[in-house]
């Protein structure tokens, strides 16, 4: 199993950031895919998690309004989009497939 994730991203507060996860070695639609961050000095915080069979999602409730997650079965890839960045959204995000199985990991910064 193997999960890799897009690479660092620096955004302005206010803007938008998306974060691919591409997975093999297991059969994709059979997995849920959850999303994890860690903020600096911080420990990790669940988002939420997306099944890729039906695209159906469970979001964390402190991200609920800001945070979508997609699945393309087609190139076995998840998405995790936040929208209306703060400063308080700076964190490696994570995917991870049953919390067994991680991504190495994406620097997303928010600072003006």
């Known amino acids: 199993v193997q999960l890799v994730q897009s690479g660092a991203e620096l955004r302005n507060p206010g803007a938008s950031v998306k974060v691919s996860c591409k997975a093999s070695?297991?059969?994709?639609?059979?997995?849920?895919v959850d999303w994890v961050r860690q903020a600096p000095g911080q420990g990790l915080e669940w988002m939420g998690r997306i099944n890729p069979e039906d695209g159906g999602t469970k979001y964390a409730q402190k991200f609920q309004g800001r945070v979508a997650f997609t699945a393309d079965t087609s190139t076995s890839t998840v998405y995790v989009e936040l929208i209306s960045l703060r400063s308080e959204d700076t964190a490696v995000y994570y995917c991870t497939q049953g919390m067994a199985y991680w991504g190495q990991g994406t620097q997303v910064t928010v600072s003006s």
């Open positions: 070695g297991y059969t994709f639609i059979s997995y849920y």
